[in-house]
């Protein structure tokens, strides 16, 4: 089983939907890294959070220390949405990020 | 001010040839790292960097693959001997680093080189 596990790995939806991305792992971390990459490759920093959560335009970003998961949501989604969204968590202890394999997510219009 | 940068954009090299990487952080950003991703692949830790402190090199796939960063700030990744199987996207990202190896600072990533090993 992969430490850190994203679903669903491909979710299309039309323009306007709310969407969610799940996040479960299972190692102990100090936070939890969501990335944005685009389809011409290049990654953005999302979100870094350690509990609770965290907004940032239609972006929500939710953690459950006890429970291991973190979800992605956006709101009012539009096609410029689409992209990998990759979450990744710092291992406690080791100087080492894991990620989960990404979702793709495609909003047409 | 400038982002991260690295050059060179692509790289194109024969198996068996050594190539090097170069990571520009964002200036005053002490922690730096290196991911690698391959086609259709995600992202893959490589080596971290805080400061001036002793990298871990657990991560880097063989000991083909080594990686340096001088006076704390530009930092390169050496493949030798490259083969097939090292054709990948290699992104570099920076971060302030004030967690020591905790990992909790928004990452600013570089645009990548995309290494072609025929």
């Known amino acids: 089983k992969n430490e850190v596990e994203q679903s669903p790995q491909n979710l299309t939806a039309q323009e306007g939907e709310f969407i969610t991305i799940n996040c479960s792992y299972s190692?102990?971390?100090?936070?939890l890294h969501w990335l944005q990459q685009h389809p011409g490759g290049g990654i953005v920093s999302l979100f870094m959070?350690?509990?609770g959560k965290k907004k940032h335009g239609r972006l929500i970003a939710t953690i459950n220390i006890q429970e291991k998961h973190s979800s992605l949501h956006i709101t009012a989604s539009h096609p410029r949405d689409s992209a990998v969204y990759i979450c990744?968590?710092?291992?406690?202890?080791?100087?080492?990020?894991?990620f989960g394999q990404g979702t793709r997510l495609t909003i047409n219009p | 001010g400038a982002g991260v940068s690295q050059s060179p954009s692509n790289k194109v090299t024969e198996k068996g040839k050594d190539v090097e990487l170069r990571c520009d952080p964002i200036?005053?950003?002490?922690?730096l790292y290196w991911y690698r991703q391959s086609l259709g692949q995600g992202l893959e830790f490589l080596i971290y960097?805080?400061?001036?402190?002793?990298?871990?090199k657990s991560g880097l796939p063989s000991d083909r693959f080594s990686a340096e960063r001088t006076g704390g700030s530009v930092s390169t990744l050496t493949i030798q001997r490259t083969q097939q199987e090292d054709s990948a996207v290699y992104l570099c990202?920076?971060?302030?680093?004030?967690?020591?190896?905790?990992?909790?600072?928004?990452?600013?990533f570089g645009p990548g080189t995309r290494l072609t090993v025929l």
């Open positions: 990202a920076s971060s302030l680093g004030f967690f020591l190896a905790r990992h909790t600072d928004t990452q600013y």
């Open positions: 960097f805080q400061g001036n402190s002793a990298p871990d």
């Open positions: 959070l350690s509990s």
């Open positions: 190692v102990g971390i100090s936070a």
């Open positions: 990744a968590v710092p291992i406690q202890g080791a100087q080492k990020l894991v």
């Open positions: 200036s005053g950003h002490t922690a």
